[in-house]
């Protein structure tokens, strides 16, 4: 018996011992700044909010694990992902598909006289687009919930621009280090510890699922504004809509300027 509890804690060590690893990767990784020497190197743990803001310079050697940095790389990838939240809003609303409009057969409005249109076989209603449920992206980071929500679109998917992210089938991690556990909160991410330092992780899905109802027919009609090169999609003429990444194999890699990807479908168009 004491044997095998002995061997329980081995294996429970080895398997923390992982998963230290595989999040020191997914933040030392989309930092990585070659020429920075360890020896000149601050542990980013040990410097203060306000250091890694503003009061060191950017030049300022970071060591993240066995990686190397620099403050001002870490500050630009800050910058960046802040300036993407602020825009998210508009960039989903450029990409907001027009509604489409009421037939009306010999009516000139749909005032309260007109209530009898209904019945009377004269108002005729086009086939409506499928709009994803917000309940799908409510546990987003808040750029990402931000831009679905002003794209109203069947499917939608979002990843922060210009950023080095790490990409697994459960999802996409962006990681910032230089804001407050409640900015974190306030935005979507989450809080985490590593080497006696805390950072914020932002958590992307990296596949979305949408079901709907067919036409009778499964005729529909569709349209995608998608980044190629980050993002696929398929369309199911029985009721669905999915898009995933291009590649979901665990890797590090920077996302492009505008890696979003939005699906429209009208089922009986």
Not at 167 to 179: E, H, K, P, Y
Request: proline fraction near 6%; glycine fraction near 8%; aromatic fraction near 6%.
């Amino acid at each position: 018996m004491f044997r095998g509890m002995k061997g329980c804690r081995k294996a429970l060590r080895t398997t923390l011992r992982l998963l230290a690893v595989c999040i020191g990767i997914a933040l030392a990784g989309s930092v990585n700044v070659p020429g920075v020497r360890a020896a000149t190197a601050l542990p980013l743990a040990k410097l203060s909010l306000a250091q890694r803001l503003s009061t060191l310079p950017d030049s300022t050697a970071i060591q993240l694990g066995t990686r190397m940095t620099t403050l001002g790389a870490l500050r630009a990838a800050h910058q960046a992902r802040e300036t993407a939240l602020a825009r998210a809003s508009s960039m989903g609303s450029l990409l907001h598909g027009k509604p489409i409009p009421l037939q009306v057969t010999g009516l000139h409005s749909l005032g309260s006289a007109d209530t009898n249109a209904v019945t009377s076989g004269k108002l005729q209603v086009s086939p409506q687009p499928v709009v994803e449920p917000p309940s799908q992206y409510a546990s987003s980071p808040a750029d990402m919930k931000a831009f679905c929500s002003a794209a109203a679109a069947s499917a939608c998917l979002f990843l922060p621009p210009n950023q080095q992210v790490t990409t697994g089938a459960s999802g996409v991690a962006d990681w910032d280090s230089l804001i407050t556990q409640t900015q974190c909160n306030g935005e979507g991410g989450t809080w985490g510890a590593i080497w006696n330092g805390s950072f914020c992780a932002f958590n992307y899905p990296a596949s979305v699922t949408v079901h709907f109802t067919p036409a009778a027919n499964f005729k529909l009609t569709q349209s995608a504004n998608c980044d190629k090169s980050t993002f696929t999609y398929d369309v199911d003429t029985h009721g669905a809509i999915t898009i995933s990444l291009k590649n979901a194999a665990p890797a590090i890699v920077t996302t492009d300027n505008n890696p979003t990807c939005v699906v429209s479908v009208v089922p009986g168009a």
